[in-house]
């Protein structure tokens, strides 16, 4: 003999299967289906803002290193233009102390 259903226990009913009470409000599964379903869609644009970010680093991590490299070329020929212009300076102060000795020489004579 069965049980009548208010005495059947928990595991009992368990075994008959899932079922949705009829008490269960339709806009309470309607709320919970759209919240599921904005849960999803959130998650798939986070994932394509994700995948469009690392393409972007990707890119300005290629700029970066092009830039580091144009950095180092511009560095070497300032350091290269600072050794010219030394020298060139070196030189005329040497031209304008002969200069000044030949001027001195000639205001000897």
């Known amino acids: 003999m069965r049980e009548p259903e208010e005495t059947q226990s928990v595991y009992d009913r368990s075994i008959e299967g899932w079922h949705l009470d009829k ?9 919970i289906f759209l919240a599921v379903m904005t849960g999803v869609y959130a998650y798939s644009r986070l994932e394509s803002t994700v995948e469009d970010h690392e ?4 890119r300005l991590e290629a700029h970066d290193i092009a830039t580091d490299r ?12 600072d050794a ?5 300076l070196s030189a005329i102060k040497t031209m304008l102390q002969a200069l000044r000795e030949d001027l001195r020489e000639m205001k000897k004579r």
Do not use: G
């Open 23 to 31: 008490r269960v409000p339709v806009a309470l599964i309607l709320t």
């Open 84 to 88: 010219t212009l030394v020298a060139e």
């Open 70 to 81: 144009s950095t180092l070329a511009v560095l070497n020929e300032v350091a290269r233009l």
């Open 55 to 58: 393409t972007r680093i990707d």
